[in-house]
């Protein structure tokens, strides 16, 4: 006869989100490399004398005991063991912190293995939390995570013949995530040109190691672009609006229009007077 699973069992995870339960408690919705995604119940975490709390919050690595439950298991203990605390203090990286939790949110299976995804978010929060570039690292985290679910985007060969596709003439459908070349475009309703330059990236992006790709140097309106058309991708795949998403982008937006407005006051300190 088989034995019983263990009553209470520790796994490592990351903090994806939560949700209140009740007056004191939250549902907490946990990524471990090894049952996927996995919601539990946080008891008397809203408390003010809650030993929990702290360990519980979005973008945390920690250590954590569960106790089966009917429906859901029990946190019993937590142990932090990586806060990111630097990413607090910047807000793109913050903003970029929670969209790389919520895309894996979204596209992890629960109760099934997931140790590659869980690396993909690990890493990402290191680099993000050290300081590297906020764009290299959501975009390559964007490529990693829709290899290691299956969506692997095509860029260098057409979806339609097959041929490979010159970057300066592709066309591109996030919709089917991949390239048409110029011929079978006409023949395919519903996608668009793609700027070359946003390709070359992507590509170098998606076949070069971390470091390598780390060393291309991306303008704001290049990084834009390249935003708005991985944005555009991931909405297909998750096939529903990402929040995160679109607080990245208006707080790009924001920070722009502020550059532009220091630049004209600083070109013109007099504010125009005569």
């Known amino acids: 006869m088989p034995g019983r699973p263990p009553r209470v069992t520790k796994t490592e995870a990351i903090v994806l989100r939560y949700r ?33 709390a702290g360990h519980l919050e979005p973008g945390t690595r920690l250590e954590v005991a569960l106790a089966a439950g009917r429906s859901m298991d029990i946190v019993t203990q937590a142990q932090g063991l ?15 912190a929670m969209y790389v939790l919520e895309l894996a949110d979204r596209l992890t299976v629960e109760h099934a293995d997931a140790h590659g995804l869980y690396g993909h978010l690990h890493n990402a929060l290191i680099r993000l ?12 985290y964007e490529l990693a995570i829709l290899d290691a679910t299956g969506f692997r985007p ?4 057409c979806l339609g013949c097959g041929e490979p596709v010159e970057a300066s003439r592709a066309w ?42 780390g060393r291309i140097r991306l303008s704001d309106d290049l990084a834009a672009r390249l935003e708005a058309t ?24 924001a920070r722009v229009n502020a550059e532009a407005v220091l630049e004209l006051a600083e070109a013109d300190p007099g504010g125009g007077d005569q």
């Open 20 to 52: 209140r339960l009740g007056d004191a408690d939250r549902i907490v919705s946990l990524l471990t490399p090894h049952r996927g995604k996995i919601d539990v119940v946080a008891r008397g975490v809203l408390r003010a004398r809650s030993k929990l």
């Open 82 to 96: 990586d806060s990111f605390g630097a990413l607090r203090d910047d807000l793109d990286r913050l903003s970029a």
């Open 129 to 140: 939390a050290r300081g590297d570039g906020h764009h290299l690292v959501v975009r390559t």
């Open 154 to 157: 095509e860029f260098t060969v």
């Open 172 to 213: 591109w459908s996030a919709i089917e995530g991949g390239v048409y070349c110029s011929d079978c475009a006409g023949r395919r309703p519903g996608i668009s040109p793609i700027d070359g330059t946003v390709l070359k990236v992507l590509r170098a992006y998606q076949s070069q190691p971390y470091e390598e790709a």
């Open 230 to 253: 991985m944005h555009a991708l991931m909405h297909a795949v998750v096939e529903r609006e990402i929040g995160s998403a679109r607080f990245i982008s208006a707080t790009r937006r």
